[in-house]
């Protein structure tokens, strides 16, 4: 949007909202009360702007109340000077807050991942392992690639992730890899193709 036209769309907004709390906007307060009503919300500002973080304020002669959103918070500052700082205030308090519960459910998020790709490297791992030991036990010589993976070299693919990851995204990245080179290592044995010992 241009700019002329922005201005007049904010304009316009703040009109509605002088009218919306005729006769007197100043008369009315704002006591603290706010809440986040939701990314898919139905609320609406007293100027007619949809809205997910509402401020309520009243007019203390008639306790008359409207609701009002985080941009017309800055309008009514104008119009009732002095408050604006208090709602300023609870607004980024509010922001923080869903910030923080987005951050929560993207790690909630990253934990199931990692549940899944820790439960399908387990189960291709003992696909390996089971196959492995038959040719151990059949006392012939297993190939190269399963020798590599649980012979001598076994430390290299552990049972699970044996590192000490500061964050999520790092085991990711370790249990995807893994996946990747026993896939490659177990070949046909994963598809389930006999091989006989
Ligand atoms: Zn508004």
Known sequence: MKNLERLEAEIAYRESLVRALAPDPSEYEYGGLNYDSGPRSNEHCACGHPIRLVFMIERERDGKTAKIGSTCINHFGAISPGQVERMVADYNVMVE????DERRA???QRKDEIAGLEAEY???HEIGRVRYQAYQNAGRRAPYELYWAYGCYSTRLPKT???TYKTTNGFI???KKHIEILRSVLGNILNG???NV
């Open 122 to 124: 387990a189960r291709i």
């Open 161 to 163: 992730c044996n590192k």
């Open 193 to 195: 193709a006999e091989i």
């Open 173 to 175: 990245g370790w249990y």
């Open 97 to 100: 807050r869903i910030k923080e």
């Open 106 to 108: 993207k790690e909630l």
